[in-house]
């Protein structure tokens, strides 16, 4: 009877994670007078592609969404080479100074990150970075990376000493224990937060407003707000076919590293 349950639990959680990407299909193939109706349809009675062609046409897609995939990829990368050693020392060297590293990670996710925005601005306005991507990519990895290093430490603190007093044994270092024989062992995790940093700057609409004003460099997000009409009129057909397209670039990359965010990867990494 317990399995039943379970089953039927895990069924209406994939129906509603699913029931919002279910329904951007379905209103990206209707018509402006299907979407108009009182009465709501799952399935469009006359399936049409042209708000995919119009979305194409009206607004610049492919190269916003180019412009989001550099700074996406940009971020997580970055934010993984930070986050990384900083966390290897946090979770490894147990003093006073590394707690309160951790509490202040811990309490700055506390604080909205629209507090930062007009400091961050004036920074990146003295750097001239302003209106670059380059600029908006600091600031994704900002927005990140605090809790990037709380998610990478608690992986680093699951990796056994063992095996690095094994590679201090054979004369490595600290930093070549930790290329060598930690960070393979944190791929789950590297994983994790790579895909974390990656949605996060993929979907973020507020920094860029901030920062970006020409639309040259609009990335996705601030395109697709382009579908509002100054008189606040939605062209809901393109709008949702460009936002069904926006998702397919997370999927993608969800789907080529999933198999790597199994933590299994440990096992048998310390024979008795």
Known sequence: MRRPLQYLALLGYVIFLAFPLVWLLSTALKTSQEMAS????WIPRHPILTNFTDAFAEQDLVGSALRSLVVAVASS??????????????????SLVSRLAVGWVLVSQVFPFILIIIPLFMVLRRLDLVNTLPGLTIVHVTFVL?????????????????????????????????VKVVAPLLAPGVVAT??????????????????LKDPGVATLP??????????????????AAASLLATIPSLV??????????????????KG
């Not at 809790?147 to 070549?176: C, I, K, N, S, T």
């Not at 601030?222 to 709008?239: H, I, M, Q, S």
């Not at 969800?254 to 048998?268: D, E, K, P, V």
């Open 77 to 94: 990368v970055l934010t993984v080479v930070l986050a990384l050693p900083a966390a290897y020392a946090m979770a490894r060297h147990r």
């Open 146 to 178: 605090p809790f990037a290093l709380w998610m990478l430490q608690g992986y680093v603190r699951a990796v056994p000493r063992e095996l690095e007093e094994a590679a201090a044994v054979d004369g490595a270092g600290r930093v070549r224990s930790l």
């Open 38 to 41: 009182l009465t709501p349809t």
């Open 222 to 239: 601030l395109t697709l707000v382009k579908f509002t009409g100054a008189e606040g009129v939605v062209r809901l057909g393109p709008l």
């Open 194 to 211: 790579s895909l974390f940093a990656f949605i996060s700057s993929w979907n973020e609409f507020l920094f860029a407003l901030v920062v």
């Open 253 to 270: 990359f969800f789907a080529i590293i999933q198999r790597r965010l199994r933590s299994g990867l440990m096992t048998g990494a310390v």
